[in-house]
């Protein structure tokens, strides 16, 4: 029996290889469904302009706000930027009632926003917004701002939005349950803005910001050295990428104003979707599966195959299938457990059985599971699957199974990264000089040696090899999405401030020098020309 599981599970394993030749088409089509991306709309790869047309270095100063309005809770920070890299943050967290997710009007909503922004600011920077209160009580025009005094706030919103400037774009549909029908089509910056306003708050909202976005701006500020970061990578729930591309390759047409003297801008890839039309992803029956089973069939394929919401669920039904067959033993029956002889069962109600009922983390369990016995892993199936008293022989097919899908998961993130990079032309650029990758996201931050699968999987790609895969850096970026928005603030302020835009132009032109060391880094307080 055990050696019949034993081959079965290779079998299993066998349908999650990704080849050296695997990770070279896709990489093929990854580019070429970029490039689609970049001429036009309705693309797979949608490749979204940010408006967002250059990246920090480390030397940017100043205090900034940012707020994150994800699924769950609310976050407001302060960020003060100390301009060597290092910054300090200030934040609160609140959680959003239930009931303003369905709120009627979204002056519900976002005025209660906007209220979490007055306590925060009271709580946390009262001088600040005392002063502004006395000098807007004093000035002739009660209305009346001054710009020096105001807050620059990035708003970091994670549902699907049509942007048409660096702080302006309108909702397209709301999703994790929140549903206010009078939002859609409205821009959401106008909305924050309007509550803040009628609180009589010294903040703009400066910029709207994606999380990869945000990951990007982090990154590239946090990085060791004088290099900019190049991409901004989410592995998390789902996945994602923004990378700094070459404005003469955005051929498609950009809406509204930009800065155009930096000659880049930073693109959202919604690389997730990237291949819906399975011309090179792999597509196992399990992938089917759970595709077909899912809300949204035939979309996100890329995702379904990467991302910590679905690769539990691939490694269940690969294991289902395992169970189920009839030629081999697994989970049941007697097996030698450390205590002895004991029988292998399953709990009523184990998730084994149930969709989504196997969480990724488990595969991290799996992975950093390298003892003989894979005692911790046996102890993790009984506490999360319920499955008792489980052979070494039962766990190690598990194990195997999870390992391939996590191998392969690596290797697929190693194609989009890849194929970002290779387009960038950076590794040509110079002889070595890094190219830096920022990363946000459970998976790559806990899965075992996730990364070096990938630098791995970098090694094997024409147009890298291994000495490219060298001078690829994959850094976690932290804080993202309070640091990056509150970067991508600065940026939006420097942009309306044309004279500060041409000084950035001129520093990016002297980004050869600086990295060389031949000149001290330029970090200058915004000044008005
Ligand atoms: P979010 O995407 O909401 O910002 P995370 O980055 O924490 O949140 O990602 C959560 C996802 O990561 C979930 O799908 C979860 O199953 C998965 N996950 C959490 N911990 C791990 C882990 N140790 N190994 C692999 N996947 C994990
Ligand atoms: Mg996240």
Not at 101 to 128: D, N, P, R, W, Y
Not at 386 to 407: C, H, L, M, T
Request: net charge negative.
């Amino acid at each position: 029996m055990a050696n019949s599981l034993g081959e079965e599970t290779k079998r299993i394993v066998a349908q999650f290889d990704y080849t050296d030749d695997d990770v070279n088409k896709g990489v093929r089509e990854f580019l070429r469904q970029m490039n689609e991306g970049l001429q036009k709309d309705g693309t797979s790869i949608s490749q979204i302009p940010t408006y967002v047309t250059g990246v920090p270095d480390g030397t940017e100063k100043g205090l900034y706000m940012a707020v994150d309005l994800g699924g769950t809770n609310f976050r407001v920070c302060s960020v003060h930027l100390n301009g060597d890299t290092t910054f300090n943050l200030t934040y609160s967290k609140v959680a959003i009632p239930k009931e303003l997710m369905v709120a009627k009007t979204s002056k519900e909503l976002f005025g209660f926003l906007a209220k979490q922004i007055e306590i925060f600011l009271k709580k946390h920077h009262e001088e600040h917004f005392e002063a502004h209160v006395h000098r807007r009580k004093s000035s002739k025009a009660p209305e009346g701002y001054e710009e020096e005094s105001m807050f620059q706030l990035g708003f970091t919103f994670s549902f699907p939005v049509q942007q048409f400037g660096i702080n302006k774009g309108s909702l397209i549909r709301w999703t994790k349950g929140f549903d206010i029908p009078d939002t859609i089509g409205k821009d959401v910056c106008a909305l924050l803005q309007d509550e803040i306003d009628l609180l009589h708050l010294p903040v703009k909202v400066a910029a709207l910001v994606n999380d990869t976005v945000g990951t990007l701006m982090a990154r590239s500020y946090a990085a060791p050295g004088k290099t900019t970061t190049l991409i901004g990578a989410i592995f998390g729930t789902g996945t994602n990428g923004a990378y700094v591309e070459k404005i003469t390759n955005l051929q498609k047409s950009v809406d509204g104003k930009y800065d155009k003297s930096t000659g880049e801008m930073v693109i959202n890839t919604e690389w997730g979707s990237f291949d819906n039309q399975l011309n090179v992803l792999p597509n196992t029956q399990y992938d089917a599966k759970l595709d077909q089973d899912s809300v949204n069939p035939g979309i996100q394929i890329f995702e379904k195959r990467v991302s910590g919401m679905f690769l539990g669920e691939i490694v269940r039904l690969a294991v289902v299938n395992l169970y189920e067959n009839t030629n081999v033993s697994l989970f049941k029956g007697a097996s030698n457990t450390n205590d002895g002889q004991s029988t292998t069962h399953i709990g009523d109600g184990s998730g084994l059985f149930q969709q989504w009922g196997l969480d990724s983390s488990l595969m991290s369990v799996a992975a950093a599971d390298t003892t003989p016995e894979l005692s911790t892993l046996r102890q993790e199936l009984d506490s999360q699957l319920q499955i008792r008293s489980a052979s070494v022989e039962d766990a190690q097919a598990f194990k195997d199974i999870a390992d391939a899908i996590g191998r392969r998961a690596a290797r697929l993130s190693a194609v989009a990264l890849g194929g970002i990079v290779i387009q960038s032309g950076r590794l040509k650029e110079t002889k070595d000089e890094l190219v830096d990758i920022g990363a946000d996201g459970s998976l790559v931050e806990y899965y075992p040696h996730f990364r070096e699968m990938i630098s791995e999987a970098f090694k094997a790609t024409e147009g890298i090899g291994a000495e490219g895969a060298e001078r690829i850096r994959i850094g976690i970026a932290t804080d993202g999405s309070g640091v990056g928005a509150a970067l991508i603030a600065l940026v939006a302020e420097r942009m309306e401030n044309k004279g500060i835009v041409d000084e950035l132009a001129g520093l990016k032109n002297d980004a050869a020098q600086k990295l060389a060391g031949a000149i001290p880094s330029a970090a200058k307080p915004a000044t008005l020309t």
